[in-house]
């Protein structure tokens, strides 16, 4: 909306103003002085409306005496003066004298330049500290701008007790101060912030953000977005400024042919973090080499890329060797290979494959968009952080389906007997690879604990009913650790699965912060619970087995040297002969 029409509307009322102010000036100077201040109180008390067509003088001293009250805002409060002096001592001037009685302004009849301003006034919601004189400039420096809330729901409000005398620059220039304040809410396409955790805005600039459209190159939208992004000369900065923004981008899905360099952006890590070392750590050997060939054969046997002689086995092979030398700690778990082996689909070199396994299972943060995952005592040989994923997922179980908890508890079904498989492989074993790599971008995204949490408790929620009619120890069990949990999502696997995870339902119950908390409290209890005999005698049995293991190891291992002896005597003998034999045909 441009200004000019509304100027033009507040000339012609300011020229129809200053015509009546002729007139009842000429009226005024007729009437005795005592007359004119008995009529004046009366009027006053008897003012209906602040755009009654009176003198311009005689509205501001009213104003500035007693207050105005509009006839349409009759029977509210008073409200904050919208014009204020910055003094009390001012007084107004003496004032004219007024007509004996009052004029009543018909219905038709339009506004004075001074209503106007107050609505323009209104919406702009602004305060001047100073009173304004005909010969002041416009009160920039005293004007202060009102929140974007109150420009666009707040109704406008002519009950104030308001000092109307502004000149015409200063009416210009407030009537030009709210049409800009007005066209920056409505055209700014960078109004977009964060309230109570959600993304708020200019709806088309919202929406531009989120789907996915073609750009003039070809490029879609998504994938220049994070073209960008990756690109950028300080990434660190980026994301600090947009990080609701990256999130909302990967809950959505981010482009399948980006995914690999959006994951290790994700990740923060520095493609060339591990290129001396990863060499070095091949070259040594690994006590857990046969154990690993012997389970590569095992993993994805259905793809063409990972039979038996294929590139992918031998980079399998080579990334959890490696890995097993950087951490004997953990060593080689066999959920490990399931792990690396979506990693290794995902076409980066082994050093970038390397780096993103060891971020998985490392406890650190690379940066403001890598949470730190931490599985590293997923694979543990003692596999502590397996039984407190455990541990959260019957608690969460218990709070979100309280009935599907006591039919699990009735059946004897623990959580440990099907949901072990889940956490080990990061549900690479039970869920297809097309929905695995969108769990795995929430995972790099968002962490991969509470994601794990999440999904666990949202393969549940559509099959409650079904896994609630199994009356049957055995077929509950097979249920939940078969392809059967699937049958809801068969239409859109992949969007279905992902929405129920991240539904409020879920996502508001399963956070950082209850994690954190309920973890605490369970590793503190498990230090503090006493070992009970049954647990003791576990532990004296498996003591007893590994001692037994070890004097048949050293008993194979008495074997094997003296068989080495046997066979360095008869190559030595051999030798002596061969030297005899070339003794003799020299001397022949």
Request: charged share 25%; net charge negative; hydrophobic share 35%.
């Amino acid at each position: 909306m441009s200004p000019e029409p509304v100027m033009a509307e507040l000339e012609q009322a300011e020229a129809k103003v200053d015509s009546k102010t002729i007139t009842a000036t000429a009226e005024e100077e007729e009437m005795s002085d005592t007359t004119a201040l008995t009529s004046r109180a009366a009027s006053a008390e008897a003012l209906p409306d602040l755009a009654t067509e009176q003198p311009v003088s005689e509205v501001q001293e009213k104003s500035s005496a007693k207050g105005i009250t509009s006839a349409r805002d009759k029977g509210k409060g008073p409200a904050r003066p919208l014009i204020t002096p910055r003094t009390s001592s001012l007084a107004p001037e003496a004032p004219p004298t007024p007509p004996t009685e009052q004029e009543e302004r018909p219905e038709d009849q339009p506004y004075v330049w001074t209503e106007i301003l107050l609505t323009g006034a209104s919406y702009l919601g602004v305060v001047s500290d100073k009173k304004p004189s005909r010969e002041s400039s416009p009160p920039s420096a005293s004007l202060h701008r009102a929140s974007a809330s109150s420009l666009v729901e707040k109704e406008p409000k002519a009950n104030s007790s308001v000092m109307a005398d502004l000149d015409d620059e200063s009416v210009k220039f407030l009537l030009k101060r709210l049409e800009c304040q007005n066209q920056a809410l409505t055209l700014n396409p960078k109004t977009v912030y964060v309230e109570d955790g959600s993304i708020r805005g200019y709806q088309p600039t919202l929406r531009n953000l989120t789907l996915k459209r073609r750009c003039d190159d070809g490029k879609d939208e998504d994938v220049q977005f994070w073209e960008e992004l990756i690109n950028d000369a300080n990434p660190v900065a980026a994301v600090n400024r947009i990080p609701h923004l990256i999130r909302s981008k990967v809950r959505n899905g981010i482009p399948s042919s980006r995914r690999p360099q959006i994951w290790l952006f994700l990740s923060a890590i520095s493609p060339s973090r591990f290129s001396q070392q990863y060499p070095l750590l091949l070259k040594q050997d690994s006590p857990y080499e046969r154990i690993i060939r012997r389970d590569i054969s095992r993993t994805f046997p259905d793809l063409e890329q990972f039979r038996e002689g294929g590139e992918a086995q031998d980079k399998l092979f080579r990334i959890l060797k490696a890995y097993s030398v950087y951490d004997p700690e953990v060593g080689y778990c066999q959920g490990l290979s399931f792990v690396v082996g979506v990693l290794i689909m995902q076409g980066l070199a082994e050093e970038q494959t390397f780096s993103l396994l060891i971020h998985l299972l490392s406890d650190q943060s690379n940066g403001p968009q890598s949470p730190p995952h931490g599985l590293r005592t997923l694979f543990t040989p003692t596999m502590p952080l397996l039984h407190t994923l455990l541990h959260l997922h019957t608690h969460f179980l218990h709070i979100l389906f309280p009935n599907l908890h006591q039919h699990f508890a009735t059946l004897g079904i623990t959580s440990q007997m099907y949901a072990s498989q889940w956490f080990l492989t990061l549900f690479v074993y039970t869920i297809p690879l097309k929905i695995i790599d969108r769990i795995w971008d929430l995972i790099f995204s968002e962490g991969a604990i509470l994601t794990l949490l999440r999904f666990s408790i949202a393969l549940l929620l559509r099959n409650e009913s079904y896994l609630l009619s199994l009356t049957e120890f055995e077929d509950l069990l097979e249920a939940l650790k078969g392809e059967r949990l699937l049958a809801p999502y068969a239409d859109s696997l992949t969007g279905d699965l992902v929405t129920d995870a991240l539904s409020p339902f879920i996502s508001d119950i399963i956070t950082v912060q209850s994690i954190t908390t309920l973890r605490h409290d369970y590793e503190v209890k498990q230090r503090l619970q006493p070992v009970t005999p049954a647990e003791l005698s576990a532990l004296h049995s498996l003591i007893r087995g590994l001692r037994r293991e070890n004097e048949r190891l050293m008993e194979n291992l008495a074997d094997v040297t003296g068989e080495r002896d046997k066979l360095k005597e008869a190559l030595d003998e051999l030798k002596i002969k061969a030297s005899s034999g070339n003794d003799s045909d020299a001397d022949r």
